[in-house]
């Protein structure tokens, strides 16, 4: 809810507490996680408003655009003013385009030409001096071609080019001198081209170069020499997409005038601490997605006073340090994406009094940045600032789940324990499944008190409740009921496996044998799930990566040993079992089948069959509903894909728990006996509701004989499937 300040407040700027914004002029307050959401909160509309990250780059273009005459933006004036030009291009004053018209080679045009645009056609070659009766071209556009080779003397004479377009090429390498006369070059764009080299002498025509954009090339090192020697004025550097291994101080010494430095999809491994040393007019840098490491502590304070925009998202750091942070006084954006910040506090951001953007991994740090408007992610998915779980469908769906859960388990060993059993041993085995699966529902049941708990204030508590031993004990729950879940359910297929295909082979285990593996189930399903707690140096915070405590979704930060820990359960005895039981119940229902046959009854062994038959789907498809979206999610997190953080709500809240739901009605309420009990009860209590007298056997019987239209109640009539034929118990 909006934090709605005194009335007598001026009109002007409103002063909020720490964590909250203002809605532009008027004098109500918004928390920060209700800034920027994608929903209109203020009564004005101004928590949705400058919710972009225009800072940098975007910005430059913009006032580019801005600058731009609307004759240039619109082409209001269609008249050529050109005397010669391709009929298959288009010309607007001095403008040409000839875009996806197959041309091979540059056609000829009026030298009078100052715009020329010969995209997506199938040039190969530029030879030399073939743009040099152009002098007066401003702006070439070459992008999207099939150019292999240029020229050492392809752009001679052009010595008005601002703008030159060679990306999504396949230029190898650059002839040296090739851009000597482009001396008010301003942008240069080679990116998508498989460049492997760029040497020193490439760019000593570039005197006035402002843009250099190579981004997705595959250059494997910048030249030693100082890299802007011969470019005094160079504002715009960007090698996105490349290999460099490495970058100094020594490279980038003479770029005092630099402003954007792009160097993300590279391979740089270290950064020296002066490297930024001379860059006083830096205003965005961004080493996002490289193999950093380490930075040094002060690595940033050459361009402290300069930078507005940080991107060191998806590297390896193994720290960030306050140092790293504290001379940034001006900067706007900041972007930690992907890194784990063990040691976050308050304090590390404090010197930055002017950041509107922040982007974190996780959605919790946020809470740690208050003077931020704007903070990144709001949410993984499961829980979002205010709430544990992030919607009102995962908050009401927790605890019917648990409910269901824990009632159809608590009602079938109830049930059990008051209705005898044809085959005792395999009842008290139903009954250690039903306590298994109860726990599913404890664990849910956990979820939704918690969630309850942290309403409205979760994000203030979320790292402090993954790192606590609730939300580890509930875990170890989860992890218990689950593992010992699929064994009991494998142990009961391969039961159940032997006596119906080798029924006369008397391979019924003892009593005394049943209990030993009921034991030994339970023993290993606490084993498994007590392991990741006995280490943490190893498996990290194995239960406490997310807020439901359950360690499905694999990410580059999981310690190796804990994703491997996790693959080996959901990928290796998970999936084991799994196919054990599809594999059981499709040779159990083929003996069925084969034997039924010589069934004299045909009638009766197929309905019998039919029967059967539904029931075995149902338990095979309830295993599989449950188990291969795991399986999925499993072998997607491990081959990084990118998986929608909502998919991993869906699975622990709705998919994880459908088999400790469905397996009472599969294994207790859908068979012939439990029914046939029920029955009896129901005709019970019809009669004396009816004051009739109870029907006994014998009378049945008698009453038949005299009466060959008699018709025996219901629940006297059934055939059960459990008995007396073992085979279908």
Known sequence: MPVLLASSRPSGKAACPLGHFPCGNMSECLPQALHCNGHRDCPNGADERRCGDNIGWADLFGRILQNTSPVQQQHLLRECFLQEYPESCDCIRTDVECVEVNLQDVPLMSANVTWLSLRSNKIQVLPDFVFSEYQVLGRLFLQNNSLCQISNQAFSSLHNLKRLFLSENLISSLSPGVFKDLHKLEWLMLDHNPLSTLSQDTLIGLQSLVYLSMVGTALQQLPQPRFCQHLPVLAWLDLEGNQIHTISHSILKTCSKLEVLLLMDNRIRRVPENTFHSLWQLAELNLSRNRIKELPKYIFKPVGKSLLKLNISHNPLLHIHPGHLSHLIHLQSLALEGIEIPHIHTKMFLPMKNLSHIYFKKFQYCSFVPHVRSCKPNTDGISSFENLLASIVLRVSVWLMAFITCFGNILVIGMRSLIGAENNLHAACIKVLCCADCLMGVYLFFVGVFDV????????NSLVWMESFEC??????????????????????????????????NLRPSKLQTWVVLVSIWLLGFIIAAIPLMNEDVFGNYYGRNGVCFPLHSDRQEKPTAKGYSTGIFLGLN??????IVFSYSI??????????NATDVRSRLHRDVAVANRFFFIVFSDALCWI??????????????????????????????????NPILYTLTTSFFREQVEALLCRWQRRKKDR???????VFVEAAHNPTYKAPACLQRVSLDSPDPRYA
């Open 453 to 460: 708990k942290f309403r409205g204030q979760y994000n203030r």
């Open 472 to 505: 580890r004990t509930i875990g170890f729950l989860a992890m218990l009921s689950s593992e010992v879940s699929v064994l009991l359910l494998t142990y009961l297929t391969l039961e159940k496996f032997l006596v119906i295909v080798f029924p006369f082979n």
């Open 575 to 580: 999936l084991v079992a799994f196919l054990v």
């Open 588 to 597: 159990m229902f083929h003996s069925i089948y084969k034997t039924g046959i």
């Open 629 to 662: 979206p795991i399986f999925l999610v499993k072998v997607l997190s491990l081959l990084e894909v990118e998986i929608p953080d909502t998919i991993s709500s869906w699975v622990v809240i709705f998919i994880l728990p459908i088999n400790s739901a469905l």
């Open 693 to 699: 007298k109870s029907v006994t056997s014998s009378t």
